[in-house]
T-cell receptor, first 115, second 117 residues
Framework: GNSVTQMEGPVTLSEEAFLTINCTYT??????LFWYVQYPGEGLQLLLK?????DKGSNKGFEATYRKETTSFHLEKGSVQVSDSAVYFC??????????????FGGGTRLMVKP | GAVVSQHPSWVICKSGTSVKIECRSL??????MFWYRQFPKQSLMLMAT?????????EQGVEKDKFLINHASLTLSTLTVTSAHPEDSSFYIC?????????????FGPGTRLTVL
């Protein structure tokens, strides 16, 4: 089955700092890769995704590039804001034709951004 | 985007009672829904996969008689925690797969916080 390793948090940054959250995975076949964000007391929201090697997913200033050779999908943002404080989950998804399959979640990385 | 709702958003109950949590896909049909459990400051653990019109598939270690899942329609799945005990206190999150979307995307509900006294 799939597995995910994320850098442990919490990650504490000052506003406008550069963010990197590392994620590496093992998966069968060619998975799609997702980053989800969970704000305090809420469910998960899809942040971005990439479905094949070298694809770059981006949203709200966040980016992640599907690196097949290193099996990584690191999340980056050039300038974080206080409102980015949340828990971030990396999740590969694989299966036949990517259908009917399940997400495998990493342990989550808590980001705290201070003003 | 597609919306998934959960009800209730939080519930407090006495030990020994049963609690039902609803998961609804509001603007799409979902033949498959997923139920997760999340402990404080931890990741999501998949409990079971709910398939419309058939029995749910439970993950290893999840008691099917304890966590009853019913997926009677294409927009509703329910999770019933039977004879709840304090150790069942957790944050329960459902997701629904939109087979009509690109890449069978999963959409998550806002979660239900269960506290068993």
């Amino acid at each position: 089955g799939n597995s995910v390793t994320q850098m442990e948090g919490p990650v504490t940054l000052s506003e406008e700092a550069f963010l990197t959250i590392n994620c590496t995975y093992t998966a069968t076949g060619y998975p799609s890769l997702f980053w989800y964000v969970q704000y305090p007391g809420e469910g998960l929201q899809l942040l971005l995704k990439a479905t094949k090697a070298d694809d770059k997913g981006s949203n709200k200033g966040f980016e992640a590039t599907y690196r097949k050779e290193t099996t990584s999908f690191h999340l980056e943002k050039g300038s974080v804001q206080v409102s980015d404080s949340a828990v971030y989950f990396c999740a590969p998804r694989s299966g036949e034709n990517n259908a009917g399959n399940m997400l495998t979640f990493g342990g989550g990385t808590r980001l705290m951004v201070k003003p | 985007g597609a919306v998934v709702s959960q009800h209730p958003s939080w519930v407090i109950c006495k030990s020994g009672t049963s609690v039902k949590i609803e998961c609804r896909s509001l603007d799409f049909q979902a033949t498959t829904m997923f139920w997760y459990r999340q402990f404080p400051k931890q990741s999501l653990m998949l409990m079971a996969t709910s398939n419309e019109g058939s029995k749910a598939t439970y993950e290893q270690g999840v008691e099917k008689d304890k966590f009853l899942i019913n997926h009677a329609s294409l927009t509703l799945s329910t999770l019933t925690v039977t004879s709840a005990h304090p150790e069942d206190s957790s944050f329960y999150i459902c997701s629904a797969r939109d087979s009509g979307s690109d890449y069978n995307e999963q959409f998550f509900g806002p979660g239900t916080r269960l506290t068993v006294l």
